[in-house]
C-alpha cells in the first residue's frame, strides 16, 4: 500500500519535472518580444511592441480607405462595430473588389496610379502578384507575442504580412428533384463514372476548386483528374452564384466545385425548397479566400492593422458569418465552416500552397484541353 501510494508520489513529480522541462524549453525556443523586434526590423519588417502604440498612430490618421473581397452586406455592420471600437477613425470607406477589378487594380497598383488606397483585396489565384506591393508589417510576429489579438494561424506564414479572414470549401450543389441525395457523389472521383458522362453535370471554368486538391493529391493526379473530368464531357459554365441559380431553376441537376457559401446563400433564396448541396471529399479547402493585406502607399497603416485585428476577432467574424454568408475562419471556433469539415478529408490550401495556386489553377485549365488558336 505504502509503496503503491509513494509510487504515485514519485510518478507525479516526474511529470511535473517533465511538464516544467518542455515549458522551459519551449520558452527559450521562442524569442523574447525585444528580440523578435529585433530580428524583424533586421529583415526590413515593421514591429511595433505594444498594441498602445498602434492605437495612437491610429488616432492621428483618423481614416481609413479599404478594397476588399467581402460580400457588400457585410460593410455597414462591420464598419458600425470598428467605429464602436475604436470612435477615433471617423471616416471609413469600403469598396467591393470583384475578380475582374482585382485585376484592373493590380494593373493600377503596378502604375503607381492606386494612391488612396490603404488595403488590398488579394484573390487567391493573384495573391502571388500582390505581393510585392505590401507594406512589410511584422504581422506574424506581432500576432504570436500578443502586440495584436489575431490567431498566427490566419496570418502568412512565410510573407508575415497577409491576413486570412475567410476560409472557403468547395461543395456540390444539385437539384434534388432531378438526381436523388443518394445519387450525388460523396468524393470528387465519383463524378468520373459512366452514368456522369454527356452533359450530366456543371463545371467551372476557373478551377479553383480542383486546384485546391493539388495539396493533398499532388499536381499529377490534380491534373490527371482534371482530363478525365474533362473527358465525361461536362457543361461548362462560369461564375458560382450564376450556375448554381440555374441549378435552383432545373436548368441543370448538378454543379461540381461551386463555394459552400455560395451554395447556402442560393438555398435560402430558393421558394422551391429543390436546391441542395453536399460537402464531397477531400474537402477542397482554402484557408485565406479573403486575403488581405496593407498597400506600401497607404497613408493610413496603422488604422489597417487595428482593421485586420478586428475582422479575425470574435465579433468581426460573427458579422462575416452572419453577413458574407458563412465563410469565418476554418480556425475561428464554432464558425460554419469549421462545423461542415469536422471529420472529412482535406485538401488545405495553406499558406505554402497560397503563393503557387495562381500556377496550379492555369494548369489545371491547361489540362481540361481546350482548342487554342492557331498563331499567324
Known sequence: MRITVLNKIIGSFILLFLFMFATTHALAASPTLPQAKKEAEAKGYIFYATHDEIVAKAKKEGKLRVMTGLDPANYKPLMNAFKQKYPFITDIHVEEATTDTAQKFLLEIKAG???GWDITHMPPELGKSYMP????????????????????????????NIVGVTSAISAVAYNRKLIADDKVPDRWEGFLR????GKKFVTDLRPLQIAGLVPL??????????????????????????????????????????????????????PTGSLNYK?????????????????NTADHPHAALLWFEF????????IIDKYEPLKASLFTPGSVVAQEVRGKELSVVDWNHFTELEEYI???FEAFGFPKADKK
Open 113 to 115: 496610379q492606386a494612391k
Open 133 to 160: 506591393y505590401l507594406m512589410k508589417h511584422d504581422i506574424l510576429g506581432m500576432a504570436r507575442h500578443g502586440v495584436l489579438k489575431i490567431d498566427p494561424r490566419m496570418v502568412h506564414s512565410g510573407e508575415r
Open 194 to 197: 459512366p452514368e456522369f458522362k
Open 217 to 270: 493529391w499532388g499536381l499529377e493526379r490534380t491534373l490527371d483528374f482534371a482530363r478525365k473530368l474533362a473527358a465525361q464531357q461536362p457543361v461548362w459554365g462560369k461564375g458560382g452564384a450564376r450556375v448554381t441559380l440555374s441549378v435552383a431553376a432545373g436548368e441543370n441537376p448538378l454543379y461540381l466545385g461551386p463555394n459552400f457559401s455560395t451554395v447556402k446563400r442560393a438555398m435560402d433564396k430558393d
Open 279 to 295: 460537402v464531397i471529399e477531400p474537402v477542397s479547402t482554402n484557408i485565406g479566400q479573403h486575403s488581405t493585406g496593407t498597400l
Open 311 to 318: 475582422l479575425v476577432s470574435p465579433e468581426g467574424q460573427e
Open 362 to 364: 492555369a494548369k489545371v
